[in-house]
């Protein structure tokens, strides 16, 4: 006869053994399910089973790649998001399973285009650059997924800063979500070993013919940060800038934009400031 405390003992690990292999067949019939329909019976288990099984086949690793695209085309954006997560995690995927991850880029799921911007630089030979900017472009006004996309985002313009800019000037539109970054790139374009010049030029000018608030703090980025920048930098970056500020200095004056143009072209010995039009503008009782 057992003590109590190894009768608990040996209670315990019953249970968890048979919970352990319940979650097994579980994940089977999952799997076995999948295969047959492409999507679980509503009435086959409950959702939480199954989403319970679903986590014990991803941990087990054994998500077959033509089971993990059913998982993926699910109707059932948990299962979307966990097969996105499982890609992430496991690293080695099938080019079928990065092509079906790169649609859900787009995905109308929140929780799916989150899992996308977390495993995209976590997926080997995955094209992370044109796959952030495509959920940023389609995230609307998610307050998290920025953030999360901008922490994998930043590291890849060292070096591609010039082709994701012409990533984001090849769409006609701003979209949220990348127009609230856009001090952040400017910043991080000019934070590069090799900042490139041009690129931000590029920008600039494609905000400015869209949205002068973000150009107004594009600029502002800009100016703040020459200081920390080199002379020949600097000097490059005048170069580049020129035509943009010119151009921006011909417009409607009076704005917050040119204001701001204004003082970045002074500071780049480009232009002078009108001392006297914003002291007028500062004491002008048509202005809030």
């Not at 199954?50 to 054994?62: E, F, K, Y």
């Not at 070096?159 to 539109?173: N, P, Q």
């Amino acid at each position: 006869m057992l003590p109590g405390a190894c009768r608990s003992e040996c209670r315990a690990r019953c249970w968890r053994a048979q919970a352990s292999a319940a979650r097994i067949v579980s994940g089977r019939r999952l799997a076995a399910d999948l295969d047959r329909r492409g999507e679980p019976a509503v009435s086959s288990f409950e959702r939480k089973t199954r989403l319970h099984a679903l986590w014990v086949l991803i941990g087990s690793g054994t998500l077959e790649p033509a089971f993990h695209l059913k998982v993926l085309a699910n109707a059932d954006p948990a299962y979307r998001a966990w097969g996105v997560r499982a890609a992430g995690n496991y690293g080695n995927v099938s080019p079928a399973v990065r092509e079906k991850i790169i649609e859900l880029a787009r995905d109308s799921s929140p929780d799916v285009q989150l899992q996308v911007a977390i495993a995209s630089r976590k997926i080997e030979g995955f094209d992370a650059l044109p796959v952030l900017n495509d959920v940023l472009a389609h995230c609307g006004q998610d307050k998290l997924i920025p953030s999360i996309a901008w922490n994998n985002l930043h590291p890849l313009l060292e070096m591609e800063s010039a082709r994701f800019v012409s990533l984001i000037t090849s769409k006609e539109r701003l979209s949220p979500a990348p127009a609230a970054l856009f001090p952040r790139i400017v910043e991080r374009i000019l934070s590069a070993q090799k900042p490139d010049g041009a690129s931000l030029a590029t920008l600039v000018r494609f905000v400015a013919d869209r949205d002068g608030e973000r150009a107004k703090e594009c600029l502002s980025s800009i100016s703040s940060k020459l200081a920390e920048l080199s002379e020949p930098v600097v000097a490059q970056l005048k170069t580049d800038l020129d035509p943009v500020l010119r151009n921006l200095l011909a417009r409607e004056t009076e704005t917050a934009l040119s204001l701001s143009a204004q003082l970045l072209a002074a500071r780049l010995g480009l232009a002078q400031v009108d001392s006297g039009a914003i002291r007028a503008r500062f004491t002008s009782s048509d202005q809030p």
